[in-house]
């Protein structure tokens, strides 16, 4: 019966195979350049795809020498049709696509933990306010050894996940090593909702400067949190803001006109959208917001910045509204439309191209053929160019950044007179780096969690007021909460001198003592107050954000200058 059923998984994916590649772009000509037999004056139709396919796939089962799995192939040769047209145009098996679509509904199905994996298995990292983890009594650092019976001793902290996840109200059971525990703790827990926001944390940064960070994607519930967040940070004084959208992969379109519209006027434009089918009569996206905020703005971008988070800053950057700060962002300019297959399954396929409300294209080359280019072929060396004065002289007070030293577009001018270019994604106005990483510092990190996971146990010697009970949700940290004194860098030589797999010997620590006191601080904050607490530390010496605060007064000049514009025109 199951091999009937992958048998009809693929007869069924053979019209889908054909409709995606035409839906997607593909001309005839070209797919029978393909596929088909090159006799003089053949034509290709989608009968001869469907022929070559069913005949191949029926010589495969004729012939082939050992079994086969239909809907593996099947799935393979969808993915491998998609993989010839973009990077963003892909296959999902229906795992994948049942968690495609949890993490647009902002939430999912399982015990709410944050996991990591270490040298020698996987760990909980952080617990999830509210979640069936935290109610149960599972702590920072437990080590998970079983799911369901299962030894997970050489899983992946993505096999753990897709374990420890399920439906909802079923029970999964846990078993975990904790230090100053004899034996391990099982634990059995029934699985709830767990909610997984977009905006990960909201606080006031400085005295009147609040930070937001939306760095969990686009989702159903983006605008909603955004809005919760600026009312909870006006309350608390805030009079300029910093956007984080660092790492943001994207997400719903409709969220990030929302977003965008919440600082720029209603009724300008915020993004167009052009396609072949859908988007045939271009689209044009207008702010729609009644409330438009009109403080001091600076938006964080880096490499991982993505999609509709590009959108949000392109437009802010197009319409001169705040000023951006950090690193080119990612570069996808393309839409994609999400389809669901038959079993289960389903696929996202490029639809449209989206622009920046003044033309520019943020798309990068993808023509190389080459994924681990596109993906993580940035310039870590970039510049920003010398700024760019409009033809009246006046000058403006924010330099001007392009996405490459040679351009792709075309020239662009926005409001108040800058120039941009398209085709790289979006430049940062002013460029920050964060903190290098290196691999003594890897080290160091890692050799911070294992001591901390002894030290939050209250293992450690003379330091038993650093045992952490149970995690304390929504605590504001202050300074002096568990601080890293002498007496704890001591501790932590000594464990290093005792656990010789950390690979550090007490001396590595000295010229990166700085360091070695945040991971500390960062890792016992977290152990005690959470995930968000303990980023909060981070954030408060983070170099690009930094950078960002510096900048706040130049955002503001510059915001003033692109009204005064607008007012003018």
């Given at each position: 019966?199951?091999?009937?059923?992958?048998?009809?998984?693929?007869?069924?994916?053979?019209?889908?195979?054909?409709?995606?590649?035409?839906?997607?772009?593909l001309s005839?000509?070209?797919?029978?350049?393909a596929?088909?037999?090159k006799t003089?004056?053949?034509?290709t139709?989608s009968?001869n795809?469907?022929s070559?396919?069913?005949?191949a796939?029926?010589i495969?089962?004729?012939n082939?020498?050992?079994?086969i799995?239909?809907?593996k192939a099947t799935?393979?040769?969808?993915?491998?049709?998609?993989?010839?047209?973009?990077?963003?145009s892909?296959?999902?098996?229906?795992?994948e696509?049942?968690?495609?679509?949890?993490?647009?509904?902002?939430h999912?199905?399982?015990i709410?933990?944050?996991?990591?994996?270490h040298r020698d298995?996987?760990?909980?990292q952080?617990?999830?306010?509210?979640?069936?983890?935290a109610?149960?009594g599972?702590?920072y650092?437990d080590?998970?050894?079983?799911?369901?019976?299962?030894?997970?001793?050489?899983?992946?902290s993505?096999e753990v996940?897709?374990?420890v996840?399920g439906?909802r109200?079923?029970p999964?059971?846990?078993?975990?090593?904790?230090p100053g525990a004899a034996?391990?703790l099982?634990?059995?827990i029934?699985r709830?909702d767990?909610?997984?926001?977009s905006?990960r944390?909201a606080?006031?940064?400085?005295?009147?400067?609040?930070?937001?960070?939306l760095?969990?994607g686009?989702?159903?519930?983006?605008?909603?949190?955004?809005?919760?967040?600026?009312?909870?940070?006006?309350?608390?004084?805030m009079r300029?803001?910093?956007?984080d959208?660092?790492?943001?992969?994207?997400?719903?379109l409709?969220?990030?006109?929302?977003?965008?519209s919440?600082f720029?006027?209603?009724?300008e434009?915020?993004?167009?959208?052009?396609?072949?089918?859908d988007?045939?009569?271009?689209d044009v996206?207008r702010s729609?917001?009644d409330e438009t905020?009109d403080?001091?703005?600076?938006?964080?971008i880096?490499?991982?910045?993505?999609?509709?988070?590009e959108i949000?800053?392109?437009?802010i950057?197009d319409?001169g509204r705040?000023?951006?700060?950090?690193q080119?962002?990612?570069?996808k300019g393309?839409?994609?439309?999400?389809?669901n297959?038959?079993?289960?399954?389903?696929?996202t396929?490029?639809?449209?191209k989206?622009?920046t409300?003044?033309g520019?294209?943020l798309?990068r080359?993808?023509s190389?053929g080459?994924?681990?280019?596109?993906y993580?072929?940035?310039?870590?060396?970039e510049?920003?160019p010398?700024v760019?004065?409009p033809?009246?002289?006046?000058?403006?007070?924010?330099?001007t950044?392009?996405?490459?030293p040679t351009?792709?577009?075309?020239?662009?001018?926005?409001a108040?007179g800058?120039?941009f270019?398209?085709g790289g994604?979006?430049t940062?106005?002013i460029l920050?780096?964060?903190l290098?990483a290196?691999?003594l510092?890897?080290?160091?990190?890692?050799?911070?969690?294992y001591?901390t996971r002894e030290?939050?146990?209250?293992?450690v010697?003379g330091?038993?007021?650093y045992?952490?009970?149970?995690?304390?949700?929504?605590h504001?940290?202050r300074p002096?909460?568990?601080?890293i004194?002498?007496?704890?860098?001591?501790?932590?030589?000594?464990?290093?001198l005792?656990?010789t797999k950390q690979?550090l010997t007490?001396?590595?620590?000295?010229?990166?003592?700085?360091?070695?006191?945040?991971?500390?601080?960062l890792?016992?904050?977290?152990?005690a107050?959470?995930?968000?607490?303990?980023?909060r530390?981070l954030?408060?010496?983070?170099?690009?954000i930094?950078?960002a605060?510096e900048?706040?007064?130049?955002?503001?000049?510059?915001a003033e200058?692109?009204?005064?514009?607008y007012?003018v025109g």
């Amino acid at each position: 019966m199951e091999r009937l059923m992958r048998r009809k998984f693929a007869l069924v994916a053979i019209a889908v195979v054909i409709a995606a590649a035409i839906v997607g772009g593909l001309s005839r000509r070209s797919i029978g350049k393909a596929l088909a037999p090159k006799t003089a004056g053949a034509m290709t139709t989608s009968e001869n795809i469907e022929s070559d396919y069913r005949a191949a796939l029926d010589i495969v089962n004729t012939n082939y020498v050992g079994e086969i799995d239909y809907e593996k192939a099947t799935q393979a040769a969808i993915q491998g049709m998609l993989g010839t047209l973009d990077p963003h145009s892909n296959f999902f098996t229906r795992t994948e696509f049942q968690k495609l679509k949890e993490d647009q509904d902002s939430h999912f199905s399982g015990i709410g933990v944050s996991i990591l994996q270490h040298r020698d298995g996987v760990y909980i990292q952080a617990l999830v306010e509210g979640a069936p983890a935290a109610r149960s009594g599972l702590r920072y650092g437990d080590r998970i050894i079983e799911v369901d019976g299962k030894d997970t001793h050489e899983w992946t902290s993505a096999e753990v996940s897709k374990n420890v996840r399920g439906e909802r109200g079923v029970p999964v059971r846990l078993k975990v090593e904790r230090p100053g525990a004899a034996e391990p703790l099982e634990y059995t827990i029934k699985r709830d909702d767990v909610p997984l926001p977009s905006i990960r944390n909201a606080y006031m940064i400085r005295p009147g400067v609040g930070y937001i960070g939306l760095t969990g994607g686009f989702q159903h519930t983006t605008e909603l949190e955004l809005s919760e967040a600026i009312v909870k940070l006006k309350q608390q004084g805030m009079r300029q803001m910093l956007l984080d959208l660092r790492g943001n992969p994207g997400g719903l379109l409709d969220q990030a006109i929302k977003v965008a519209s919440r600082f720029i006027p209603r009724g300008e434009i915020i993004t167009s959208v052009k396609g072949r089918t859908d988007y045939a009569k271009p689209d044009v996206y207008r702010s729609i917001g009644d409330e438009t905020e009109d403080y001091p703005l600076v938006v964080l971008i880096n490499h991982n910045s993505a999609s509709a988070s590009e959108i949000v800053a392109g437009a802010i950057q197009d319409h001169g509204r705040g000023l951006i700060v950090g690193q080119t962002s990612f570069g996808k300019g393309l839409v994609q439309k999400v389809f669901n297959l038959p079993f289960g399954s389903g696929l996202t396929l490029t639809t449209a191209k989206y622009y920046t409300p003044y033309g520019r294209s943020l798309q990068r080359d993808y023509s190389s053929g080459s994924l681990y280019d596109y993906y993580v072929g940035h310039n870590e060396d970039e510049e920003a160019p010398e700024v760019k004065q409009p033809s009246n002289g006046q000058p403006r007070p924010t330099p001007t950044a392009t996405p490459t030293p040679t351009p792709a577009g075309p020239a662009v001018t926005t409001a108040a007179g800058r120039v941009f270019y398209g085709g790289g994604g979006i430049t940062p106005d002013i460029l920050a780096r964060p903190l290098a990483a290196t691999v003594l510092r890897g080290r160091i990190a890692e050799a911070a969690f294992y001591f901390t996971r002894e030290l939050s146990a209250g293992q450690v010697a003379g330091l038993e007021d650093y045992r952490v009970e149970k995690t304390e949700f929504g605590h504001n940290v202050r300074p002096t909460d568990y601080p890293i004194t002498d007496r704890v860098l001591e501790a932590f030589r000594n464990f290093l001198l005792r656990d010789t797999k950390q690979g550090l010997t007490p001396a590595q620590l000295e010229p990166e003592l700085d360091f070695v006191k945040l991971r500390l601080r960062l890792e016992i904050i977290t152990a005690a107050y959470a995930g968000d607490a303990g980023n909060r530390v981070l954030l408060d010496g983070d170099l690009q954000i930094l950078r960002a605060i510096e900048a706040l007064p130049e955002a503001k000049r510059l915001a003033e200058t692109a009204k005064a514009d607008y007012s003018v025109g």
